[in-house]
């Protein structure tokens, strides 16, 4: 039985949390880690929030289309230029026809949602929820299509921000 000296301190827990942040922005990684994370995350694109309100490794999207990338942020932007109106049409690939028509709007996140509930057996339960994920995934299935199994990519702060506007909640877990 679990006894009250077995619980692991406050620390151990402070630590634990740590160190799965930084496996998870290990893993998510987009750029090159030449690139300066104050530059990437430097908006050009006008539609990121303030910058003290990012995590340390949030991005502008416009930082896609001009510092390094990884292997993973090749094939996002690739797919992104394969599907939005050519770069500098927008300030921003959030106001794009392709997020604004497309990724943006409640048929897709619904339908989006619904699928990964019906594949997975999670019941919807908080719908902004599993409407802000279905939105997620359509960004991926549209732009790189298969990622990999269990691989994972920060998207930009600004699309991140586009998505929480939309369908909102009092909290953000992750996304
Ligand atoms: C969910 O998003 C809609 C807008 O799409 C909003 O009107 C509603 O208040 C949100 N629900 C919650 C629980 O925040
Ligand atoms: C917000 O987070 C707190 C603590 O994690 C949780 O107790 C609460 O139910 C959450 N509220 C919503 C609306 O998800
Ligand atoms: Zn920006
Ligand atoms: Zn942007």
Sequence with gaps: RLQMD????????QEALLRQ???????TRVFSSK?????AAHC??????PRNSLEDND??????FSLALLKKGVLFRDGLISKLQPIGAHSCISRDPHFVN?????????????TFSMMTGTPINDLNRSLRYGAY???????????????RIRLPACVIA??????PSNNYTGF
């Design 21 to 27: 942040k930084e496996r998870e922005e290990r893993e």
């Design 35 to 39: 690139v300066d994370r104050e530059e």
């Design 44 to 49: 050009r694109c006008e539609c990121c929030p």
């Design 137 to 151: 995934r359509t960004i991926i299935s549209s732009t790189i299509g298969h990622l990999g199994k269990g691989v």
């Design 102 to 114: 497309y990724i943006l709007t409640d048929l897709a996140a619904r339908s989006s949602a619904e």
């Design 6 to 13: 077995q619980l692991p301190t406050p620390e151990a827990v």
């Design 59 to 64: 991005y502008c999207c416009s930082s896609l």
């Design 162 to 167: 586009a998505v929480r506007a939309k369908w």
